[in-house]
């Protein structure tokens, strides 16, 4: 069945270092949004990307596709407290409302 | 302000009891949603409506019914049928463009537990 992998599921990075986060799509699919979802919050969205394009940024966060390998990263530049959170990476194919979403990284930044 | 509205945000459920969990958006989006996220998992399609009076079984959809009477509206019901309900329940909408995926944006969710 269609499936995202995240990786980590957890990451600890120190205040003003970068964090990482990747995912996996196995189906055909040409949206990548990512979103944050604070405790007791509803996700929000904070960037997406299309497969068209290979990188998007956003202030401190960008997003990169390498669409051949259906691989896309997250990357936050100078963390700071306020970005820990959980990040969930999702995954849509065109013509479809479906979305594959990964299981979710918990970023823990720490000051 | 614009957004969608999750009620209640704490919800008990007694053994044999069906429930309903309200969903409002006034966002004027054609297309609204309903996930069911579990701890250390993504979020999993209960339901989905691109147009009034029409909706669509996600993948979980076993034990739950909604409906689409109004655009603004899509409330989420769940039946004595669902064997293990205790969940974090999630609303979402989006524009429908037809063509191009476009974003979701989500409610702040209902704590859904069992008595």
């Known amino acids: 069945g269609e499936n995202v992998e995240q990786h980590p599921s957890t990451l600890s990075v120190q205040e003003g270092d970068s964090a990482v986060i990747k995912c996996t799509s196995d189906s055909a699919s040409n949206y990548f949004p990512w979103y944050k979802q604070e405790l007791g919050k509803g996700p929000q969205l904070i960037i997406d990307?299309?497969?068209?394009?290979g990188e998007k940024k956003d202030q401190r966060i960008a997003v990169t596709l390498n669409k051949t390998a259906k691989h896309f990263s997250l990357h936050i530049t100078e963390t700071q407290p306020e970005d820990s959170a959980v990040y969930f990476c999702a995954a849509s194919g065109t013509g479809t409302y479906k979305y594959i979403f990964g299981t979710g990284t918990r970023l823990k930044v720490l000051a | 302000d614009g957004g969608i509205t999750q009620s209640p945000k704490y919800l008990f459920r007694k053994e044999g009891q069906n429930v309903t969990l309200s969903c409002e958006q006034n966002l004027n989006h054609d297309a609204m949603y309903w996930y069911r996220q579990d701890p250390g998992q993504g979020l999993r399609l209960i339901y989905y409506s691109q147009i009034v009076n029409d909706f669509q079984k996600g993948d979980i959809a076993e034990g739950y019914s909604v409906s689409r009477e109004k655009k603004e509206s899509f409330p989420l019901t769940v039946t004595s049928a669902q064997k293990n309900p205790t969940a974090f329940y999630l609303c979402?909408?989006?524009?429908?463009?037809?063509?191009?995926?476009?974003?979701?944006?989500f409610g702040d969710g209902t704590r859904l537990s069992i008595l």
């Open positions: 990307i299309r497969s068209n394009v």
């Open positions: 979402a909408s989006s524009i429908q463009t037809g063509h191009h995926n476009q974003p979701q944006h």
